[in-house]
């Protein structure tokens, strides 16, 4: 038993430490004998933290036991104190440190001058100075959190203001609510996206094992950003459902995963030190907020105002935008008062009364700010005997020490110079590392005993001015390692400018090749981090190629905005290199992710995309190179730029260049992509038998090369999106049911991979089939569920087809008007992602609709701006529809010659582009002419020669209708021949010019209509 043994009143109970008795109004009360001496300890320090380390070594010795114990020992002694977790009335959970006593700490009297200022709010308690206002606001927001409306609370104010303190004595009093904090860290480059909540999901999971099955169902974006959730045989089947995912996506997910978990119960979101955050997490915050959808959460945001407008970070821009549209609410944290300087000085010295000068004198010394007071009051305990030494001098301050130091710096300087050199030494290593490092990469630096840097630091973490512990990792090879943080932002800063340049830079390095030898072994390191290191230690070339790295990684989390900073980051140091190959290499690696990332922010054609573009051009005329893999990535990437952008001579330039590298390196999987591009690109420019063999070579090819999308260049799989363009090809040489199998072919295996992006290719060319055979029901169906894919996945791309198939199929079912509506505002959608490809073709849609809605003049002037497109970008594809369609306009205008004229230069067209399904369409109108003769016949004839297919059930549409409408002589030689038999016949055919001929010439229309581009 202790010399000083407790004998304690408080509320009904009485403590009698030297008798083991606690009563409660003179009743004795059963108590455990570990949560009885639980108590004694607490109650020796009133009013203090006491961190778990310090309450397992009180209570059981230097044996090991883990949290649970203790987390057990003290609901038995709430149990018996009859006390709420709650609303906790004696102890009180400080979140992840520890408990603190609280019935009976010290009353706190002030001087006259200090005590005449206002009382205290009566929501403060008294471990918590000066924050009642404060506290009285979060707990206001979390009862309207609790009521539905979720809350985001800006807290404010500079490092050691109090901002974590207060969060975690708002977080002990909310009830059973679920608490997830994440901390963003400051990095020299951008960090990983997304982390502080990547960090306090983590947490949430390790809680509550049920939400990794709601994550993997609402939320399977995020479920794949942290693996260790998720089982090595389901993670590749998730990599392939989310592949090709947008940034929207996951901020759409992020929203209904935190509406449905806040329905069952509220959660309290925490993100501390916002002013170093990464864009993603900006945008997080921001999409969530904006939600109007119910949702029981409460997000608490703490930054520091003064970085936030010095530095023009973007949260300046985030935090007046939520501001004007009330969407958030901001404490903004002062110092302490003389008031709450008396306060803290009597809670901390147990001095019943504190005189005004000493107070006075301490405000003045700390401008009021806890942390740097904090550091003053520990020297001042050091140098006083609490109680004795407090009276003032003629100066009225003899308490204090000598000469209190300036800035708080001074005072973590004096700090750490009472620190062994052994532990200086280590902080100082870790400082390097960051706010958060592992005890491995510190023994690394320092070349220690790992085991023993770790004892260490469970020394400092006892202290936890110095370290937290943070968490144990499993690292690949099964060794388990700890994980620590500073116990504050400026104790790390200190540390770190103590050293040399010098010796900062060699610790940097050292830092960074141990971060590189841990990634070998398989050990997940951001390469953002290795990058940062890089930098400091003047390793640019280096540094370079990580952040080429975690540029890509940035994409892989689904945030371009990370990606286009990290690059920018890079390029800025390129400078630094010498110039030469080696450079232009990385410069190209650079480039790589950046372009897909512009792409996807601002659109393949817009200047910044353009200006990357021209760059790898101007590069690889120089003669620079990249490794086989990066190289063929880059490729394909620009090639796809080029081509959706409409630029067909320089993508097919580039599909050249990489089926000779194919052929120089060997490398089949660039083979086929060369195939892919080129392929795609010649059918555009209307040359659809050089298309249709290279893209037939691209699938041959392909066979064996079923490898994860990574390997394939593109989200799209590359044998999906060759049957794709391939059955494009050949409906438009009249091979129907050829194009029909390649589109079904590409759809099993589309729904097999589960690529939310090759399912889109796949119902878009299916659409394009049955637009080409004028089945409107069945585009109608297609573009349903097409519309549901994008909703579901968040696909952008697809928003412009959606609209403008589904007016081309109003415009079928008789209504015009609304159609081309539709189809303009597809068009203009797709503008505006800078896609120029097949563009002209939705030109000719919007004109048809206005042919139909009988408006020849504004038909033809947007057939003339389908003409001048096409034109301009060399896409011939559509040319022979956009003919046919000059042709009904003339006839529409009874100039006969001048709709033969349109006519034949479509069958000219077509033919030459071997498109034998639109040499049809022309060939029947050529024969419903008035004028039509012995050539036309002939004509048609050679035409029905050619499409021998799709003329069964399934394709009676489009030329077939039209061929029924001319009677059933024009069409059974060609479901003869698709049978095997061969007998000619002459078709009937009725003159356009009478009267009823201006009738059937509608029909005809019709058909040419069914016949309009693809795109």
Excluded: N
């Amino acid at each position: 038993m202790p010399d000083d043994a407790l004998r304690l009143h408080f509320d009904v109970f009485e403590l009698d430490e030297a008798q083991a008795r606690l009563t409660r109004a003179g009743q004795p009360v059963a108590v455990p004998p570990k949560a009885f001496g639980l108590l004694c300890a607490l109650a020796r320090q009133p009013g203090q933290l006491i961190t778990k380390d310090g309450l397992l070594d009180a209570v059981w010795g230097h044996r090991w036991v883990s949290d649970s114990v203790l987390k057990t020992t003290v609901s038995e002694l709430r149990a018996a104190l009859g006390d709420d977790a709650r609303q906790p009335r004696f102890i009180e959970t400080v979140s992840r440190r520890g408990y603190r006593f609280m019935a009976a700490a010290p009353p706190v009297a002030m001087s006259t001058a200090v005590a005449d200022a206002a009382a205290p709010a009566p929501e403060a308690r008294p471990s918590l100075i000066g924050r009642g206002e404060a506290l009285a606001r979060l707990h206001a927001a979390w009862q309207r959190a609790l009521a539905g409306r979720r809350q985001l609370v800006w807290l404010t104010g500079e490092a050691g203001i109090g901002k974590t303190t207060l969060v975690e004595h708002a977080a002990a009093t909310l009830g059973a609510a679920a608490v997830a904090q994440g901390q963003c860290v400051e990095q020299h480059g951008a960090g990983e996206p997304y982390l502080p909540l990547l960090e306090a999901l983590g947490r949430l999971c390790h809680e509550d094992g049920s939400l990794v099955a709601r994550l993997r169902a609402v939320a399977p974006t995020w479920l794949l950003q942290m693996p260790w959730l998720c089982p090595e045989a389901k993670r590749e089947a998730l990599r392939r459902e989310v592949a090709g995912s947008g940034q929207d996506r996951m901020l759409r997910e992020l929203g209904e995963l935190l509406e449905r978990c806040t329905a069952e119960r509220p959660l309290l979101l925490v993100t501390e030190d916002l002013h170093w955050s990464d864009v993603a997490t900006l945008q997080a915050l921001d999409h969530v907020a904006r939600r109007r959808g119910p949702a029981r959460l409460m997000w608490i945001a703490s930054f520091r105002v003064a970085e936030v407008i010095a530095e023009d970070h973007p949260l300046k821009d985030l935090r007046h935008e939520l501001r004007l549209h009330r969407l958030c609410e901001e404490i903004a944290l002062e110092p302490f008062s003389e008031r709450e300087v008396g306060q803290y000085l009597a809670l901390r010295t147990g001095v019943a009364e504190v005189l005004e000068p000493m107070v006075r004198a301490l405000h003045a010394r700390t401008d009021g700010l806890p942390l740097f007071l904090s550091g003053v009051v520990d020297e001042l305990l050091t140098r006083s005997t609490p109680g004795a030494d407090l009276e003032p001098d003629a100066a009225g301050a003899s308490g204090l020490p000598p000469r209190v130091p300036e800035s708080l710096a001074g005072i973590i300087g004096r700090r750490i110079e009472r620190l062994s050199p052994g532990q200086r030494a280590l902080l100082e290593a870790a400082s390097v590392c960051g706010q958060a490092f592992s005890a491995g990469v510190v023994a690394e630096l320092l070349e220690r005993d790992p085991d023993k840097v770790a004892d260490a630091c469970d020394a400092l973490a006892r202290a936890p001015q110095w370290l937290q512990s943070v968490a144990v990792d499993r690292l690949p090879d099964g060794t388990l390692e700890a994980r620590y943080a500073f116990g504050h932002a400026l104790v790390r800063q200190v540390l770190y400018q103590r050293m040399g340049a010098l010796t900062r830079a060699r610790l940097h390095r050292r830092a960074a090749e141990a971060l590189e030898r841990r990634r070998a072994a398989g050990t997940a390191v951001s390469s953002a981090e290795m990058a940062s290191h890089r930098v400091l230690s003047h390793d640019l070339a280096l540094a370079l190629g990580h952040y080429a790295d975690a540029a890509e990684s940035a994409l892989r989390h689904f945030a371009p905005g990370e990606a286009l900073q990290l690059t920018a980051q890079a390029q800025a140091l390129l400078p630094g290199c010498p110039p030469g190959a080696e450079r232009d290499a990385l410069e190209l690696a650079l480039l790589g992710p950046r372009i897909l990332a512009d792409s996807q922010l601002h659109g393949v054609t817009a200047a910044s995309t353009r200006a990357d573009c021209e760059r790898v051009e101007a590069l690889y005329a120089a003669g620079a190179s990249l490794p086989a893999r990066a190289s063929r990535a880059l490729e394909a990437g620009l090639g796809w730029v080029w081509f959706v952008s409409g630029e067909y001579g320089k993508a097919l330039a580039l599909a050249e260049r990489m089926h000779a590298l194919a052929a120089q390196r060997g490398d089949p999987m660039l083979h086929v992509a060369a195939c892919h591009l080129g392929g795609a690109t010649m059918a555009y420019q209307g040359r659809l038998a050089e298309a249709r063999q290279r893209l037939e070579q691209g699938l041959a090819a392909s066979a064996g090369l079923d490898r994860p999308v990574a390997d394939a260049l593109a989200v799209v799989d590359l044998e999906v999106s060759l049957r794709a363009h391939l059955s494009q090809v050949l409906a438009r040489q009249g091979l129907v049911d050829q194009a029909g199998l390649q589109i079904a072919a590409a759809r099993e295996r589309a729904d097999r991979l589960g690529y939310p992006y090759a399912r889109r290719l796949v119902y878009l060319f299916e659409a394009f089939l049955a637009l080409r055979l004028g089945q409107a029901e069945q585009v109608l169906e297609l573009v349903q569920a097409l519309q549901r894919l994008a909703a579901q996945h968040a696909i952008l791309r697809a928003e412009g087809p959606v609209r403008w198939l589904r007016g081309w199929a109003l415009v079928q079912l008789g209504q015009p008007l609304e159609g081309q509506a539709l189809i303009l505002d597809g068009y203009a959608r797709d503008a505006r992602l800078g896609m120029q490809r097949g563009r002209s073709g939705v030109l000719g849609y919007a004109a048809d609709a206005w042919l139909r809605a009988g408006h020849p003049a504004e038909a033809q002037a947007r057939l003339d701006e389908a003409f001048a497109l096409a034109g301009r970008i060399g896409e011939r594809l559509h040319t022979p529809d956009l003919l046919l369609l000059r042709g009904r306009i003339a006839l529409e205008q009874d100039d006969t010659a001048a709709t033969r004229q349109a006519l034949q230069a479509a069958w000219t067209e077509a033919c030459g582009q071997q498109a034998w399904r639109p040499a049809l369409a022309a060939a029947v109108a050529l024969c419903g002419l008035a004028d039509a003769g012995s050539a036309d016949l002939a004509v048609l004839a050679q035409a029905r020669s050619r499409v021998v297919e799709g003329t069964d059930a399934r394709w009676r549409s489009g030329p077939t209708r039209c061929w029924r409408r001319h009677g059933d002589r024009a069409r059974r030689p060609a479901e003869a021949r698709a049978r095997g038999r061969h007998q000619p016949a002459a078709p009937v055919v009725q003159p356009w010019s009478t009267s009823p001929a201006r009738s059937a010439a509608s029909r005809c229309s019709a058909s040419a209509a069914a016949d309009l581009p693809l795109a």
